[in-house]
């Protein structure tokens, strides 16, 4: 009934969302809506409650509804009464009371979604939880990453690197998952103090390099991560350093990487810092296949969750 995180999936349900997701997009790569699934949502109402910034995934969640003949209201932290203390339980709530169908929600307090789902009556889809989770973010770069290898519907015999903030991305964590998940060899990259504690490494089915070089080289694919500085406590990173030490410029590319060798990033993009203007647009970047790929696989799940035999409820 409610998508908190991968970890909450089978393999099965995973490789099932992912071939879902392969219907809402055509030969050529674009998002297409079959016209059975044109009024799949008609007469539901959904509501987005972001309460962390977000462009890629709240107006795909949208657009996700919306294709599949739903309706949504987006409720933001500024101008609604969370800015006069509410909390984001009691505005959920609040919307469930008032007869929404489904609650989409991203906010920074990482235990969120899960009280929500024991508290309201209806179906949650977490959109990002602080530094917890981020499961639609997981499933649509698998997506990009077997569309583009053929690796059928699963990811055996591909190695990934996740490079960068690993510390505070809920993108890390829900990649990491599902790409060991489907076979995929993972490894973790960055910075020491961008690693997460040994302790905490424990549960992740990776390995760990402290070494850009060493990452890129290894990679058939690499998914970059910006620095989250609005999560840094006690420090901040120096742009400047951290493009030095660890953003892939032309160079980086030309002489680490094999021409094959695939990039990845969930946005939003600090051009000039983890990523170089040139390598953005260079035919090595699956960037913009990512955000296309994002619509198909929310219509997926927003289908699957509500849609008229949901597989999930």
Same mark, same amino acid.
């Given at each position: 009934?409610?998508?908190?995180?991968?970890?909450?999936?089978?393999?099965?349900?995973?490789?099932?969302?992912?071939?879902?997701?392969?219907?809402?997009?055509?030969?050529?790569?674009?998002?297409?809506?079959?016209?059975?699934?044109?009024?799949?949502?008609?007469?539901?109402?959904?509501?987005?409650?972001?309460?962390?910034?977000?462009?890629?995934?709240?107006?795909?969640?949208?657009?996700?509804?919306?294709?599949?003949?739903?309706?949504?209201?987006?409720?933001?932290?500024?101008?609604?009464?969370?800015?006069?203390?509410? $909390?984001?339980? *009691?505005?959920?709530?609040?919307?469930?009371?008032? @007869?929404? %169908?489904?609650? +989409? /929600?991203?906010?920074?307090?990482?235990?969120?979604?899960?009280?929500?789902?024991?508290?309201?009556?209806?179906?949650?889809?977490?959109?990002?939880?602080?530094?917890?989770?981020?499961?639609?973010?997981?499933?649509?770069?698998?997506?990009?990453?077997?569309?583009?290898?053929?690796?059928?519907?699963?990811?055996?015999?591909?190695?990934?690197?996740?490079?960068?903030?690993?510390?505070?991305?809920?993108?890390?964590?829900?990649?990491?998952?599902?790409?060991?998940?489907?076979?995929?060899?993972?490894?973790?990259?960055?910075?020491?103090?961008?690693?997460?504690?040994?302790?905490?490494?424990?549960?992740?089915?990776?390995?760990?390099?402290?070494?850009?070089?060493?990452?890129?080289?290894?990679?058939?694919?690499?998914?970059?991560?910006?620095?989250?500085?609005?999560?840094?406590?006690? $420090?901040?990173? *120096?742009?400047?350093?951290?493009?030095?030490?660890? @953003?892939? %410029?032309?160079? +980086? /590319?030309?002489?680490?990487?094999?021409?094959?060798?695939?990039?990845?990033?969930?946005?939003?993009?600090?051009?000039?810092?983890?990523?170089?203007?040139?390598?953005?647009?260079?035919?090595?970047?699956?960037?913009?296949?990512?955000?296309?790929?994002?619509?198909?696989?929310?219509?997926?799940?927003?289908?699957?969750?509500?849609?008229?035999?949901?597989?999930?409820?």
């Amino acid at each position: 009934m409610n998508l908190i995180g991968l970890k909450d999936l089978s393999r099965h349900q995973m490789i099932a969302l992912l071939d879902a997701s392969e219907r809402y997009l055509n030969d050529e790569g674009r998002v297409i809506t079959p016209p059975e699934d044109a009024q799949l949502l008609s007469g539901r109402t959904f509501a987005l409650l972001f309460l962390e910034p977000s462009t890629r995934t709240r107006a795909s969640f949208d657009l996700a509804i919306q294709r599949l003949g739903g309706q949504s209201v987006t409720v933001n932290g500024e101008g609604s009464s969370v800015e006069k203390g509410e $909390s984001a339980a *009691d505005t959920c709530q609040t919307l469930a009371a008032m @007869g929404v %169908d489904g609650l +989409v /929600v991203r906010h920074h307090d990482r235990h969120l979604p899960q009280v929500l789902a024991e508290r309201v009556r209806i179906p949650v889809i977490n959109a990002g939880n602080g530094s917890g989770e981020h499961p639609t973010q997981g499933l649509l770069d698998a997506l990009t990453l077997r569309r583009h290898f053929k690796t059928g519907n699963q990811l055996g015999g591909l190695k990934i690197a996740i490079i960068g903030d690993i510390v505070h991305s809920r993108v890390a964590r829900s990649d990491a998952h599902i790409f060991s998940e489907l076979g995929a060899e993972v490894m973790i990259a960055g910075p020491k103090m961008l690693i997460p504690t040994e302790e905490r490494l424990a549960e992740w089915p990776v390995r760990v390099s402290t070494s850009l070089k060493e990452a890129v080289r290894w990679a058939d694919a690499v998914v970059v991560l910006r620095v989250q500085q609005e999560r840094l406590r006690s $420090s901040v990173v *120096d742009p400047h350093r951290y493009a030095l030490d660890w @953003g892939i %410029d032309p160079t +980086v /590319v030309e002489q680490y990487m094999s021409p094959s060798t695939m990039i990845l990033h969930p946005g939003p993009v600090i051009r000039g810092v983890e990523l170089a203007d040139p390598v953005i647009e260079s035919p090595q970047s699956l960037i913009w296949q990512q955000v296309t790929h994002g619509v198909a696989v929310r219509q997926a799940v927003i289908a699957a969750y509500f849609g008229r035999q949901a597989q999930y409820a």
